[in-house]
Structures are given as structure tokens and as C-alpha cells.
């Protein structure tokens, strides 16, 4: 009875049996994910699905971040949870690869805001909603993710279906038939990375959650066994599992602390080869050099192997852009990926010297870089965590940096100040709707 | 590049390439799903749904068949789909058990309201997506529906896509994105079976193949090798698959052809039980009955083996209560799937004397059933198949008298003949929207 021990694990936690450091992780995890949301709104993937208003029609009911316009419920979380991962730049749980606040978040957010939800309540919702997606996940990796599926939405739907859940206050029976309804959503191949449709995922996930836990609400009814059903989600999803883990050591361990923030604006399994490359610049002029090594895991051949990039999206599907990136401007932020820079003559010319090489015995926050030069000279520098990374993590400082950063181009200084002192104190937020007037 | 082929496929055929008998099986298709459709117009999960309006508060722009209500685009073919599947009395496709109408002919119908789309290039659009989701089902079935998915909306994904994708006039690449949209929504579990669920599985699968189809028309970029990539969908949903059927015979085999409709409120794997016991109840009363022994084909106990069905939906994933129905009333039409008839006293004592026993060597469609009396007498009778199947299909005429009952409850006798007729006379349809008229 898997499904039915995780109902009544998310319903017996209440915020006070939290732990203060995982709140303010779960806390930083918003920040983050707030940031990178805001940053992506004006994209034009998300152009595209706000125009589907003139078809649809949708009420201007709740916020879309960074956005003056409104929509209906279900649509806000679908392009809240997108824009928040079209950077690549949102929040990484390492053991599993999955983004956890991606189909999370939106509905936190929208439901806050459209029933001006107290704040804490908010936040409980999010820590467990994020909990219980990685438990699944943890439960399910890497078989499921090695198959093919996109792990932070098809885990992600049962988050979602949480989050807006526990908002609901959902009984145990409905909060079991939301999981139901949430988990026979489950979607999302991996054969679209590196297309618009990669960060439509969190963006459905949240809304098909939230539309399962609308559903339940009002008596729908699912299985109530949807996680281990002969015919349920880790059967069906996953060709392996270890399926008791959703539920062991509830409340004691939390796998929410191991969710990572990144530095760079691509795939978490770049970071390390990025962090070398950064370190390597020091050694030479990008003229002198002949080649550039990279030892990395399997992984980030498998991800991130493309060779001649087009777009920015599809520089962060590629180890010869990112190394480049990383040795010409010391940074790989979102600038670094744009259209142009991918295709400037200069990366061009460098990503040509970039060897990437697989090696089992590498961690995904590993890598050892190595520089040769014309002239013969050498130079290796070696990642054991990359930045970002649960060993290796980002400062506080470096993370309202990158919100600041990440938030400039749509919002002003002092509103992302006030944002992230509102965030890093959450219990000063007076309502979510004074929130989001911050984010436009 | 199966994808690419299939799109070309679609895109190179006009109306005037189908075959009349395609044509008119398309039609009787139709009609068959829109009776089904209406008459389930007012159950209680198509209540919870429009309830939602309340938080969703969508425009009233298209119809939902059988009510008074309107709703947005998206939200009607979700509705429209579903309510189509309460039943369990629409088409299926008897090779794959895929019920093709339903995640297509929503998205056919809303469309065609709301633009006043010409009925020719509707109906061409309706028989191309139904035709490349059942060469899709072909492709991936047995393995990917015995590993637990519902194939009506994991395949009708693509079929409804391709439906909205012909209407709106996509070119090639827009269709091909639209068919990576489309398949990375793939999702529907067979845990569900039994519950609301099941039907809501094609209507999501209508309104997200027509979400992907909105998107590629405004340029949303994705796979353009969503069937065969190595994490596409046959790989990742399917164990084996022979995915160059999906193409094979284009316009000189119609798969839609054997798609079949179901004298029996239920699993067409029911059918044959449910024909030999009406036969069976020429023979005795229902008190001198010791039992009924029903030699079956294995996926009848998968399926519809439920012993203690409690309520009407229940009942039809029970052969017990199906064959008892089939005896006490020598019908097993939607009355029969109360919660009252489950329930009654006839049919509880009843369903207690039904024996099942797998035979491997029983096709779907074949049943044999054996009577044994209280003193003694035996009576057998074999179904070679069953009436709704590919051999013994429903006549004009009962698909008209079946179209009648079904819609009784909702509309009036000179409405569903009128119906009838302009889809018998398809070309004789002015307009969708004077079509929908007759609807409620």
C-alpha cells in the first residue's frame, strides 16, 4: 500500500514537524525557480502559447510571471511551470536529474494567489508537493529516466497533485484518487530534449496535478493504488524500481536538502565541465590552443553530445559549446547562450577543439579538463563537484546574484530585492497577490 | 524516419482517394460515437467536469454534446471524449482494442463548430486521424497495451493531432512537430479500468493532440521523429513493436475498415459471453440453474474480471454480472449497467452460478458457453463471433435502433432520425453547428 502510506504521510505533516533548514531550503528552492521563471517570460515559446488566447479565450484570472497578461488557472500553471525551465536553469535534484519545482511551484502559486492562500500553508504545500515527487523518482531512477522518460514531469504530475492537495485539504480518499487521475498523466519523452517542448513538461505536469486534484475535489474517482498497481506507474514506467523507498524514513530524511541550484544555464551534468574550463582560461589566449579533453560520465555525452548547435536551446544540449563558452567569457549565464554566441565565430572555432571523453569511474559532478596547447604545453584541472552541486553548493550571495541577473531584462533591482527579501523571510509575506506585484 | 513518412502519407491524401466503403464505414463510425456521446451527456463524472467552470471559468464558445452548456475548445473535446467512453459502448478496433473515435472526433467536431469547417475536409480529417492511430496501435500492440496502457489514448494522441493538424491545413513540418507535441503527452494507464478514469483517458488524449496541433500552427518546435527515435514513442512505450506497419499499404488497406460497434453496453471481450447466454435463456428458467460455464479467451478474466461488481460501471468489467444480464434480460444495453441492476437480488444470485475458464485457444471474439441445470440437463452454445465483431457486424438497422435507445434519455426521436440521416447523407451536412442542433 505505497500510494496509500504516502497519503497519509503527506496529510500527517504539518509545517511545525518541518525542519528549519529544510524550510529554508524549500524557501531558496522558490527563490531560484521564481527567478529563472520571471527571466524566460518573455521567450518565444511562451509568446506562442499566450496566444492561443485569441482560440481559447481564457479568463484573465490569475498571474503569468513576468507578464502583464492573466489567465485561467490551468494556464498559468502550464506557462509558469515552462518558462521556469526554458533556461535550463532551474533547481536539480542530482541523485535523479529531476527539477522538482518546476510542476510544483505554478500551482502553489496560482492557487495562492486566486484563494489568497495563507503563506505557510503555501509552503507546506511546495516542501511536500517537492518531497514526494523526488521520493518517486528516487524510487523509479535510473531505470525510468534511462528508458526514455523525462523524470521531472512524469514524477512531477504526483507533486503537483500534491501541492494542490494538501491547498484543498483533500481527505485521504480524495488525495488518493487525485493521485490516480495524476498518475495516468504521466508523460513526457526525452526524445524532445532540446526543443521547446523540453519545458513544456513541468508546464503540463503542474496543470495536469492541479486538474486531477480539481477533479478528486468534486468526487471523481481513480485508482487509489496508482504508484504500485500491477498496472500502475512504476510498472508500467519503469522497468526497474525499489518502490518502498517513497515512504521510508518519512520526515526524518529529506530528499528536498539534496535539490541543487545551478550556476551555469544548461544541464547540471555540464556544470563540472564548465567549472574546468572556467579555471582553464587562466592558463592561455584561446589562439594558443590545440585541443581541449574532457573526461566526464556517460551522461553527459548521452544529454548533452551535440556537436554543431543552431540555436541557444540547442547550446545546452552540447559539451563543445558549453566548454567554449566557459573558456572564452568565464561564465555560461543565459547570454551564453543565445542565438548569436552559438553561432559567433568564436565559439565556432573553438567547440572544433573540444575531445569529451567517457569515463564510467566519473560522478555526474565530476569532470578533469585537460589543456593542450600548440606550442605542446599542458594544463589539467580537475572538478571532484562541480559548482552547484550538494558538495559544492552555491552561497547565498551567488544565488541573489543570479536572481537579480537572470530577473534583469524583465524586472527592476528593487523589485528583485524585495522579492528575495520577501522569499528568504516568508513569513512576511502578506498575501501572494502582493507577492506577484513584484514580478512584473 | 516512419514519422516523416506517415505525415507525408496524410498530407499526399484527399477525400476523393478514400474508398465509398471507407467513407461509409467512417460515417457509421461517426454516428456511433456521437450517440454514445450524447446519451452519457449527463453522468455524473461529465458533471464534475463542467463544475469546474466555477474555478475555470472558460468561454462559452463550443458545444458539449447532449447539454445546454458551452465551454472553450479545449475543455469540449475533453468532455466530448469522455463522455463518448462512459459507456464503454463505443467502436473498437477488435486487433487492437482501440476505440478510434474517441480522442478524434471531439477535436472534428469542435473545430468544425467554431470555424465552420467544410463537412468534406471533416470528414477526411476524421478518417485520417483514426486511420494512423489504429496503424499505430498495429504497430506497438500486443506488448505496449499488455504492459498496462490504455492504447485508445496513448496511440489517439496522435490521431487526434492529425485530425486537427488536417483541418487547420498544417504543412509537413508543422505536422511532424505537431506529432512530437502530441506524443509526448502519450499517457493512460489500464490500472484505472473500472473508475472515471477510463473514459476521461480519450478525452484527454482529444484535447492534448489538439493543444499540439495549435502549437506547431504558431511555430512550438519538437521532435520530428516522435514514433521511431530511440526515445520516442514506440522505444519507450513499447517493449516490441513492428513500427513499419504504421505506413505499410497506405490507401490500399484501411485499418478503420475493422473498426467494429458493440450491441452491449460494455468490453467488446464480453460480447461473445453475453450472445451465448441470451441464446441460453430459450432454454430454462433462471431457477433451475445450477450454472453456466463460459469458456473464454484470456483477456475476458484480465479485462472484466471482477466477481463483486457494486456498482454499474463496475458491472461492466464483470463478466459475472455481464452474462447474467445477458440471461435474465437477453439484453446488456446501459440499463443493464445500473447501480441498481449490479445490485439487484436476480442478478446477485445469479452471477454467483457463472463460472469463467480460460481457453489460449479462444479468438476475442468467441465464447462457449455451457448450461448446466439443478436436475441434471446441459445445454451449450458456441459463438464462433460475437455479434459487433468484424464477421458478425451490426446492421444498419441496429446501429440505427442502438443510436436511438442510447440517445433517448437526451434527445427526441425526430432529432436522432434526423441525425442519422445527414450522417448517412454526410454530404447533405450544412453546417456542424446546425448539426449540433439536433444534439441536445
Redesign the interface.
Known amino acids: 500500500m505505497i500510494t496509500n502510506q504516502l497519503v497519509k504521510n503527506i496529510l500527517d505533516t504539518k509545517l511545525e514537524d518541518i525542519p528549519e533548514n529544510v524550510k529554508q531550503h524549500g524557501q531558496k528552492s522558490f527563490l531560484n525557480w521564481l527567478g529563472v521563471a520571471i527571466g524566460a517570460a518573455h521567450h ?2 511562451v509568446d ?2 499566450l ?2 488566447k485569441e ?5 484573465e ?1 490569475v498571474s503569468i510571471l513576468g507578464r502583464k497578461e492573466k489567465s ?3 494556464t498559468a500553471t502550464l506557462i509558469n511551470g515552462m518558462s521556469s525551465h526554458i533556461f535550463d536553469f532551474d533547481d536539480t535534484h542530482l541523485d535523479t536529474i529531476h527539477h522538482p519545482s518546476g510542476p510544483v511551484a505554478p500551482v502553489v502559486l496560482a492557487l495562492g494567489e ?1 484563494y489568497d492562500v495563507d503563506p505557510d500553508k503555501l509552503l507546506l504545500a511546495f516542501i511536500l508537493g517537492c518531497e514526494a515527487e523526488l521520493r518517486i523518482s528516487n524510487a523509479v531512477y535510473p531505470s525510468h529516466y534511462d ?4 523524470i521531472t514531469s512524469t514524477a512531477g504530475v504526483f507533486g503537483s497533485a500534491i501541492a494542490a492537495g494538501v491547498i484543498f485539504g483533500l481527505d485521504e480518499d480524495q488525495l488518493s484518487q487525485a493521485l ?2 495524476a ?10 530534449f532540446g ?3 523540453k519545458p ?2 513541468p508546464g ?1 505536469a503542474a496543470q495536469n496535478g492541479l486538474l486531477a486534484a ?2 478528486a475535489k ?6 487509489k ?2 504508484l504500485e ?5 512504476a ?2 514506467l519503469a522497468p526497474e524500481h525499489q518502490l518502498e523507498s517513497v515512504n521510508i524514513n518519512w520526515g526524518k530524511q529529506w530528499e528536498l536538502l539534496k535539490n541543487s541550484f545551478k550556476p551555469y544555464a544548461c544541464g547540471i551534468v555540464l556544470h563540472p565541465s564548465i567549472d574546468a574550463c572556467v579555471k582553464l582560461r587562466e592558463k592561455s589566449s584561446v589562439d594558443k590552443i590545440e585541443r581541449i579533453e574532457i573526461k566526464v560520465n556517460p551522461y553527459v555525452l548521452e544529454l548533452t553530445g551535440k556537436k554543431e548547435p543552431k540555436t541557444g536551446l540547442e547550446g545546452k544540449f552540447s559539451i563543445y559549446h558549453s566548454a567554449s563558452v566557459g573558456f572564452l567569457y568565464g561564465e555560461a549565464g543565459e547570454d551564453q547562450y543565445s542565438d548569436e554566441v552559438v553561432n559567433s565565430e568564436e565559439v565556432l572555432s573553438l567547440r572544433n577543439k573540444i575531445y569529451p571523453q567517457v569515463d564510467e569511474t566519473f560522478t555526474e559532478d565530476e569532470a578533469l579538463a585537460k589543456l593542450v596547447l600548440k606550442d605542446g604545453q599542458t594544463f589539467e584541472y580537475e572538478v571532484k563537484h562541480a559548482t552547484g552541486s550538494i558538495d559544492n553548493p552555491m552561497s547565498d550571495e551567488a544565488l541573489q546574484t543570479k536572481f537579480k541577473r537572470v530577473t534583469a531584462p524583465i524586472i527592476s533591482e528593487t523589485k528583485a530585492n524585495t522579492l528575495i527579501d520577501k522569499i528568504y523571510n516568508w513569513t512576511e509575506i502578506n498575501s501572494v497577490s502582493e507577492l506577484l506585484s513584484h514580478t512584473k
Open positions: 518565444p515559446s506562442i502559447v496566444g492561443l482560440e481559447l479565450k481564457w479568463a484570472d485561467d488557472l490551468l486566486k528508458l526514455g522518460w523525462h490516480g487521475i498518475g495516468t498523466q504521466a508523460s513526457g519523452l526525452r526524445e524532445v526543443t521547446m517542448t513544456f513538461h503540463k480539481m477533479l468534486k468526487g471523481f474517482t481513480s485508482s493504488t496508482v498497481a500491477k498496472r500502475g506507474f510498472n508500467v
